[in-house]
Nanobody
Framework: VHLVESGGGLVQAGGSLRLSCAAS????????MGWHRQAPGKQRELVAA??????????NYADSVKGRFTISRDNAKNTMYLEMNSLKPEDTAVYYC?????????????WGQGTQVTVSS
């Protein structure tokens, strides 16, 4: 499995960015896809996730980003997105995409290399 994030950068507070995660080599059933972030000196935290299921699945967001961030996926392009609006300095972190799933024998938990998001005040 190969996950490649892009779209990070430097933005002023109140601005927007859209992160992308291009996936390849996935041969298993995906149970969940998500974005996590890790700020300096802090633990990695879940930002947003898409949980597979009936009716197209469901989405979860960290309380700190609800109403500002939107997670989505384009199955045709094997790509997941994170639209980030009204960015705050506290959103500064390295953002990682994550895919979890399974086949008949193995559980998978794959991560991208991360993309830096810096929000200036």
């Amino acid at each position: 499995v190969h996950l490649v994030e892009s779209g990070g950068g430097l933005v002023q507070a109140g601005g927007s960015l859209r992160l992308s995660c291009a996936a390849s080599g996935i041969t298993f059933t995906i149970n969940a896809m998500g974005w996590h972030r890790q700020a300096p000196g802090k633990q990695r935290e879940l930002v947003a996730a898409i949980i597979s299921g009936g009716g197209g699945g469901s989405t979860n967001y960290a309380d700190s980003v609800k109403g500002r961030f939107t997670i989505s996926r384009d199955n045709a392009k094997n790509t997941m997105y994170l639209e980030m609006n009204s960015l705050k300095p506290e959103d500064t972190a390295v953002y990682y995409c994550n895919v979890r799933g399974a086949d008949a024998k193995t559980l998978f938990d794959s991560w991208g290399q991360g993309t830096q998001v810096t929000v200036s005040s």
